[in-house]
């Protein structure tokens, strides 16, 4: 899946290989799920930046380029959907 990544969305498949590399082979499977997934951009970026969003702890286990590649994933999400950003630190909601 990072080979077509590399092609229309290299900074995705960036992220996607240093996360395999960094022993979170779970977290690059759910990125290529969703990008497999969506059937429209929005779709796509909205379950990429929420796969991103819930693992971002691991962003700190990413080399200085991958964790760069996160941010600019992470740019073209908020681009896409800028009323969210906002809410990005509160995280997903309890439930309960």
């Known amino acids: 899946m990072e080979t077509e990544l590399d092609r229309w969305w290299p ?3 960036t992220v996607a290989a240093e996360l395999r590399r960094a022993g979170q082979p779970a977290a690059a499977d759910s990125l290529a799920e969703a990008v ?16 991103l969003r819930e693992r971002r702890a691991f962003r700190s286990q990413l080399g200085e380029s991958a ?12 681009k896409a959907f800028p009323g969210a950003k906002p809410l990005q630190w509160l995280g997903p909601k309890a439930k309960g």
Do not use: C, N, P
Not at 36 to 51: C, D, K, M, Q
């Open 11 to 13: 900074d995705l498949a």
């Open 36 to 51: 497999r997934a969506g059937a429209t951009s929005s779709e796509i970026l909205g379950a990429v930046g929420a796969v």
């Open 67 to 78: 964790a760069r590649a996160w941010d600019a994933v992470m740019a073209d999400v908020d």
